[in-house]
């Protein structure tokens, strides 16, 4: 209740209106009242508004009930609105309830007054609270109809005879617009191919709890469609979501990227190979030119040009060894396994670098793929291919963290100065080499990231130290929806 109610009396009779007044302070109401005697004077009391209750005389001379009813019904007010007057009979009193009076009273016995008072207040805020919940709830279905309409994809909530319960969006296959497919089978909807598949799946999308997917391709009006059907758990944990949509243009880019992608591959390959043909008459010419008499300074010079050519020649192999990187799928990998292997082909091939290992993670998982090798066998070469020491030293080092595991590869080189670092890992600068690249693009595919930091903190002229973390198998998932190329931290 109102700590000061505010009460209008439309009341000829001064005397009365005190009586009032004085009932109901005696009832143990705080009361603020005003009194108004014609139509004039209660118009400009209801700008005043809002009023808690309105109590209204029957008989007025220029004024009467229905006036008053007339002025609180046109501006669509809920004031409770009572009647007090001298006795009237039975038939007026249910016809000013019709008329929207709320209660009414006989002057000679008010002792009905406070409890009406109270009650008619009480109600009138329960009313308030109902059309505010009414109204809430018709603008939610509203928001909930637009938010439905706008859907492109198909909606159905399906129970375990694969019985139709709910649908939201547009219809599917030769459904029309108008027909419901709620209580219909979903072998009247979709393949028989496509509904035995989502049987075979309802159970294990409750028990594992997530959502599986899978695409199909069927005719429409004698087109081959693809759509994906995506199936998650329902909240009432019995039911099963079922979410259709059209992916047709997707798979049509996927085969344009395909055949694009084969056409680069054609053109690699034919480059690769004219290439390796013209590198090879430069190192015959190298050969034919070079003699046991030949000034040191001009020897010198043709081995630089047979270096050139061999590292050509690598790099050439190496990107034609990654030209599948993207479309490899990653499988569950040992990442110590791969490591081991890796480093034994290394030290065949480097016999005069000293390795230290060290590893401190056993048994390291990731989803990975064949490419995981490149990755460790690049940052190994690197290690010495810019070491100028005089002995090359490289620390290897398989670590691990809360989600991950990280492979450090140190060396007791020259280092890299701090302005080169970022750099080097940013594939728009192109400081680095296609090696470095690729161990950006491969770790980033895995979910993971390089980073390129000093072997000794703050002594960049002592060695450079490369650190590639990998996710953890249960945290790849989410580590690489958002990974293009690999973030850097330095």
Known sequence: MSANLRVLMVEDSEDDAIIVERVLRKGGLSVSATRVSCAE??????????????????LMPSFTVNDALALVRGR????????????????????????????????DNLARLVPAVEREIVEAGERRQRREAELALVESEQRHRTLVESLTDTILVLNTQCQITEHYGPRVSS???????????????????????????????????????????????????????????????????????????????????????????????????DIRNAMQAIL????????????????NLLDHIYDAVVECSDLIATVQGTANLLSTPLEKTSLSFTLRSCLELFSEDQKDV????????????????????????????????????????????????????IISVSDNGSGIPDDMKKN?????????????????QIASKYGGRLAIVDRVEGKPDMGARVDVWLPKIEYTQARSANSTYAKQEL
């Open 424 to 440: 080097l890992l940013n594939p728009n600068r192109r400081s680095g080499g296609v090696g470095i690249h690729q161990c950006v």
């Open 41 to 58: 004077e209660m118009d400009r009391a209801l700008d005043e508004g809002p009023w808690d209750v309105i109590l209204c005389d029957y």
């Open 175 to 273: 459904h029309s617009s108008s027909e419901s497919l709620v209580e219909r089978h979903l072998s009247e909807v979709l393949p028989t191919s496509v509904v035995d598949k989502i049987s075979r799946l309802f159970d294990e999308v409750l028990s594992v709890e997530k959502g599986l997917a899978f695409q199909f391709p069927h005719d429409r009006d004698g087109v081959q469609v693809w759509s994906s059907v995506r199936l998650n758990p329902h909240e009432d944990g019995k039911r099963v979501v079922v979410v259709i949509g059209d992916v047709t243009e997707i798979k049509r880019a996927e085969e344009d990227a395909r055949a694009a992608h084969g056409v680069a591959l054609l053109y690699q390959d034919i480059t690769g190979h």
């Open 354 to 405: 000293r390795i230290e290992r060290r590893v401190s993670a056993k048994d390291a998982i990731v989803h990975a793929d064949r490419f995981l090798s490149n990755l460790i066998l690049n940052l190994l070469s690197n290690a010495v291919r810019h070491n100028s020491s005089d002995e090359k030293m490289v620390w290897v080092d398989l670590s691990e963290d809360q989600e991950g595991y």
């Open 76 to 107: 669509r007010l809920d004031t409770p609105f009572i009647i007090v007057s001298g006795a009237i009979s039975d038939e007026i009193a249910v016809q000013m309830m019709k008329a929207g009076a709320h209660d009414y009273l006989n002057k």
């Open 284 to 299: 015959i010419a190298t050969d034919l030119l070079a003699t046991d008499d030949l000034d040191p300074s001009k020897q």
